[in-house]
């Protein structure tokens, strides 16, 4: 079992910044990839950063240049920096890993369905 924990969530204004952190419980040796999705009331869950178990990453268009995805594996923790936020980032972030019994590299996906541990989320606010 592994569980999530995200933090670092709150309220910015236009252009401002952020890091969020997902801290990792649990047996996370066989945990990757990791990502990062984002939700509002109304739409689905929108993968926006993925990371595998070495250093392969993918961005969504819509945050590429702006957000930025790591791993402190030392720390068992995931990172999603994010820099010039704009109100569309506006949204409850979630981070996530796909933890699966096989020694198999597995590359960066926003496929929700991949991913079977989520943290509980946290909300950014992006104030014009």
């Known amino acids: 079992q592994v569980q999530l924990v995200e933090s670092g969530g709150g309220s910015v204004p236009v252009g401002g910044s952020l890091k969020l952190s997902c801290k990792a419980y649990?047996?996370?040796?066989?945990?990757?990839?990791w990502a990062w999705f984002r939700q509002t009331p109304g739409k689905e869950r929108e993968g926006i950063a993925s990371i595998d178990n070495d250093v392969d990453t993918a961005y969504a268009d819509s945050v590429k240049d702006r957000f930025t995805i790591s791993r402190d594996d030392a720390k068992n923790t995931l990172y999603l920096q994010l820099i010039n936020l704009q109100p569309e980032d506006t949204a409850i972030y979630y981070c996530?890993?796909?933890?699966?019994?096989?020694?198999?590299?597995?590359?960066?996906?926003?496929?929700?369905?991949?991913?079977?541990?989520w943290g509980q989320g946290t909300q950014v606010t992006v104030s014009s």
């Open positions: 996530a890993a796909q933890c699966i019994n096989r020694a198999i590299w597995r590359p960066p996906t926003f496929e929700a369905s991949s991913y079977n541990y």
């Open positions: 649990g047996a996370t040796y066989n945990c990757h990839p």
